[in-house]
């Protein structure tokens, strides 16, 4: 007999939060959790950073909305787990998550602002 008590996905990481999402459709409820990450700037088909989604409880949505201050993205560790999403594929599951301080957005691929380099390079 399997026991599954005995197995724990469980698991942390640590990821940058661009957005969340919540929804309540035909009796199903919950959270989207959107990741970025910066992305390999080796990749040829891919610039700036790359998205992720994962899903949560809808009772995290609040505590997401008391650390809203409008400055986005924000670095938080998440412990999460794999539950079985839309056609049978395996996602991620947010369980609980803490903001991180936060001293630097994540690096991103795209160019710097012209109008900003113009001005570095006058002075």
Not at 18 to 43: H, I, L, P
Request: glycine fraction near 8%.
């Amino acid at each position: 007999m399997l026991n599954f008590d005995a197995v724990d996905l469980t698991q942390k990481t640590k990821a940058y939060v661009a957005s969340v999402s919540r929804y309540s459709m035909d009796g199903n409820e919950g959270c989207n959790v959107f990741w970025v990450q910066a992305a390999d700037t080796k990749a040829e088909n891919r610039i700036g950073w790359e998205i992720m989604k994962s899903s949560a409880e809808m009772d995290l949505f609040d505590e997401f909305r008391r650390i809203d201050d409008g400055n986005w993205p924000k670095l938080m560790e998440f412990e999460y787990t794999h539950k079985a999403m839309g056609g049978g594929k395996a996602g991620f599951h947010i369980v609980s998550f803490e903001l991180v301080e936060q001293k630097a957005k994540p690096a991103t691929s795209a160019p710097a602002d012209k109008t900003q380099q113009n001005s570095q390079n006058k002075g």
